[in-house]
């Protein structure tokens, strides 16, 4: 066993400066020894070192790890300076298995001036993984929190800050305000969006450009978001040129627009300076639907509005000259509502909107005239109360259309049977229209197809190569009990023709 104080005054020093636990820093000095121990040795063996922690002393140990015998090399150990066959182990240790060590004392090298120079590297290493965990350790729980730093270096257009106590955080130029100026010595503020553990390069990973920076931002300057008074509820932007925030109050006392743009709009001008001028629409938030998507194409005023629910989608209609002011420049404005909505959102002419609706109501109306048989002026009204469709008339109740002021109970009873009169014929006609249908030739002598199935496709409307060709694989499976690759298969030879005509031939 060699004694040696020194170690624990080494361990005692590094310990203090950098803040590390002191077993890292024993751990870096037996790697260091068994390093160093291995040097000395002609051939490459294998060693360990264990420090007493408590009084400096230490032993060192060669050793073998034990291992099957590998018939294809010759003596069945691939390092035998370092490896030992089992039979050979169990006769020192019964107990042994493969995997495990065999260890035997050999003489330490002494802890001076080389021990201590292979040392350096695999200390520094050590400690160097240390502060890294430690920051890791530090900041895993402050990712989502707004951080300040002072930039340190520019590599590149990404920018390092410099967080204090030795710690650095990237802004990837990706997530740079686009043109933003910045120097050497600047302090800038982002949003803490990762933090990893890496043995190289950055650990902590900031943006600019996150909208949830936009929010802490907000949460800082104005008071009444830090207490919860209001609430940012969504946020949207294109860095550094524009972006909406949805606001909404918890207290019927106060008005969120104005608490968030402050007097004289010195608080949404705060916001602006720290993001390269970055202009900020604060937007009410409502929970109609309809009215919040008004709200947030702010500054352009909306004539009208048409929700498709199924496709979660709102038609916007503005006056021509509001249009280019709806659609913001490079299709800004409304894009930043579609984002801050959720919903998309299609900015169309009023004028052209109202023309377009005009010739569909005209459209339902002769309809209604045409197969109801009916006048004018009861069409109209029908129209001008919402009515789209044959079965919307036949299947509404009653009692609703009894509400419209022109109509009486003769009246609805009257319509309501014709209406239903109409789906029947028209649902007889289909089904004699399927019926007597017959495959033609193209169909028919189409490779793959079979006279029964070509009959039962006619059944089903598919009358031709062309109507097959418009299937989906899972509209044939349904039709038929063939599998996916025939159906597939099939769809495919239909759409010969298509490719043909693409090339030329």
Same mark, same amino acid.
């Given at each position: 066993m060699t004694t040696n104080k020194e170690i624990l005054l080494v361990v005692d020093v590094v310990s203090n400066e950098k803040e590390i636990d002191k077993e890292i820093i024993f751990q870096a000095l037996e790697s260091a020894l068994e390093a160093a121990v291995i040097k000395r040795h002609e051939y490459k063996i294998k060693a360990r070192v264990a420090i007493d922690r408590a009084t400096g002393d230490y032993e060192t140990f060669r050793r073998w790890e034990v291992v099957e015998a590998d018939p294809e090399i010759e003596g069945g150990l691939e390092f035998p300076d370092a490896q030992m066959l089992l039979e050979d182990a169990r006769k020192i240790n019964p107990d042994i298995e493969v995997g495990e060590f065999i260890e035997e004392p050999i003489e330490s090298v002494e802890f001076g001036r080389i021990a201590a120079q292979a040392a350096k590297q695999v200390m520094i290493q050590k400690v160097r993984e240390a502060e890294r965990k430690k920051i890791v350790e530090a900041y895993q729980d402050r990712v989502g929190e707004l951080i300040t730093g002072v930039v340190k270096r520019i590599e590149k257009g990404s920018v390092y800050l410099d967080l204090g106590g030795n710690v650095e955080a990237l802004i990837p130029r990706e997530a740079m305000i686009p043109r933003e100026s910045v120097r050497i010595g600047d302090k800038l503020r982002g949003y803490l969006l990762d933090v990893r553990s890496e043995p190289r390069g950055p650990q902590l990973f900031v943006s600019r450009t996150a909208p949830e920076l936009l929010i802490a931002l907000f949460r800082l300057e104005v008071p009444e978001v830090g207490e919860g008074m209001i609430e940012i509820l969504a946020a949207a932007r294109d860095p550094g040129s524009r972006a909406k925030i949805a606001v909404k109050t918890n207290d019927p006392r106060l008005d969120p627009v104005g608490a968030c743009v402050g007097m004289r709009g010195s608080r949404v001008q705060a916001?602006? $300076? #720290?993001?390269?001028?970055?202009?900020?629409?604060? +937007?009410? &938030?409502?929970? $109609? #639907? !309809?009215? %919040?998507? +008004? $709200? !947030?194409?702010s500054p352009a005023e909306v004539v009208s509005i048409v929700v498709d629910e199924d496709k979660h989608s709102m038609d916007i209609a503005v006056a021509p000259d509001s249009l280019s002011q709806a659609i913001g420049r490079g299709g800004q404005n409304v894009r930043l509502a579609t984002e801050l909505t959720g919903w998309q959102l299609n900015v169309i002419d009023a004028e052209l909107a109202e023309q377009q609706s005009e010739e569909e109501a005209n459209k339902v109306k002769q309809v209604f005239m045409e197969q109801l048989d009916i006048e004018d002026d009861i069409a109209q009204i029908l129209v001008d109360v919402g009515f789209n469709t044959i079965e919307e008339l036949a299947y509404v109740p009653s009692s609703e259309m009894l509400e419209i002021e022109e109509f009486d109970e003769e009246l609805v009873t009257e319509l309501k049977s014709r209406a239903k009169d109409v789906l029947l014929i028209n649902a007889i006609v289909s089904e004699e229209k399927i019926e007597t249908a017959h495959p033609e030739q193209d169909l028919l002598s189409m490779q793959g197809m079979t006279e029964e199935l070509a009959h039962l496709l006619a059944s089903k409307g598919i009358v031709c190569m062309e109507d097959l060709a418009e299937l989906s694989v899972d509209d044939l499976l349904d039709i038929t009990d063939m599998d996916e690759q025939q159906a597939a298969k099939l769809i495919m030879t239909?759409? #010969?023709? &298509? %490719?043909?005509?693409d090339t030329g031939e």
């Open positions: 916001v602006s $300076n #720290e993001l390269a001028g970055e202009r900020v629409d604060i +937007i009410l &938030w409502n929970e $109609n #639907e !309809a009215q %919040f998507v +008004i $709200n !947030a194409m239909a759409r #010969e023709p &298509w %490719f043909a005509a």
